[in-house]
């Protein structure tokens, strides 16, 4: 009679670290990732966390594995506000701080550039387009104040030209 207790089952085929390594380079060759992302790809595939940190290190020391560029990469992502990237770099297990990636600036840019491209299609609905405005924005990550602070000047200014 067979066992099927998943305790006593016979271990998976153990795989090399060659065959880890081809895996592992594969995996970079398609996509950035973080050292947190690439250990837990890793662990999927049946990697020891010895044959994971022979690796890693290995990885890191040719270059192909960089948390601050993970990092760096996130911050010039257009569109997006520091809790966007804040989030994502958490979701990633990178320790990095938005706020030390993008300076003040950036993040006003960003958000001005965001309210340029898009306030006629918000300006057509009034005050529905404006809390539209207000929640598309949040919701990629900018501060609430700034965005509020920011749309007023908007609809205001072009509210005026519309009057003149």
């Known amino acids: 009679m ?4 998943p305790v006593n089952a016979t271990p998976a085929k153990s795989i090399t670290l060659e065959e880890l390594k081809a895996y ?3 995996a970079l060759a398609q996509k950035q ?9 890793l662990k999927r595939r049946g990697a020891t966390p010895e044959q994971s940190d022979q690796l890693i290190e290995l990885l890191k020391g040719y270059g192909y594995l960089n948390d601050q560029e993970v990092a760096r990469t996130l911050a010039r992502k257009r569109g997006v506000g520091r ?4 989030q994502k770099l958490y979701e990633k297990g ?6 030390t990636l993008r300076d003040d600036e950036t993040e006003e840019e960003e958000l001005q550039a965001l309210i ?10 009034g005050e529905k387009g404006f809390r539209r405005a207000v929640g598309f924005l949040v919701r990629r990550g900018f501060e609430y104040g700034k965005v ?17």
């Open 2 to 5: 067979e066992d099927k207790n």
């Open 24 to 26: 592992a380079f594969r």
């Open 33 to 41: 990732l973080s050292e947190h992302e690439l250990r837990t790809r």
């Open 83 to 86: 809790g966007y990237i804040q």
């Open 94 to 99: 990178v320790k990095a701080s938005a706020k």
């Open 116 to 125: 340029d491209r898009n306030l006629e299609k918000w300006q057509r609905d």
């Open 148 to 164: 509020l602070t920011l749309l007023k000047a908007s609809f205001q200014l072009d509210m005026s030209d519309l009057d003149g």
